[in-house]
């Protein structure tokens, strides 16, 4: 059994309105994330990642907040508390309203937020 608490991260990233805390347990990861009002991963997180879109896989619990996805095909969907998501890479973020946008990511952690 492992046993963590992601107010304890062994690892948090900072980048312009992001903040990702991550735990890792016996090589899985948890990430919590959290984007401020107005993030946006094209100009937040894109130049850190160096890839056109979000080439991340994700597995999201949304806590609070909102945010729409858009796919690189165009499919849109609008998350909200208690939205759970399954994203592919080769996507688009951004935050809706005046909220932050909580997530818990059971699948993104290891990579999310680093250069590709």
Sequence with gaps: M???NIDKPDESRNLPMTKID???????????????????????????????SCQVPH???IISGKMM???DDGTKS?????????????HNAWVLGNEPCVAID???GNTYAKPS
Excluded: H
């Design 2 to 4: 492992y046993l963590k």
């Design 22 to 52: 991550v735990v890792n347990l016996n090589g899985e990861t948890v990430m919590r994330a959290t984007f401020q009002p107005g993030w946006k991963w094209s100009e937040c997180v894109k130049p850190t990642a160096g890839t056109d």
């Design 59 to 61: 597995l999201n619990y």
């Design 69 to 71: 996805v858009v796919m």
């Design 78 to 90: 609008e998350m909200g508390p208690g939205d759970v998501a399954l994203i592919p890479p080769g």
């Design 106 to 108: 059971f699948k993104g």
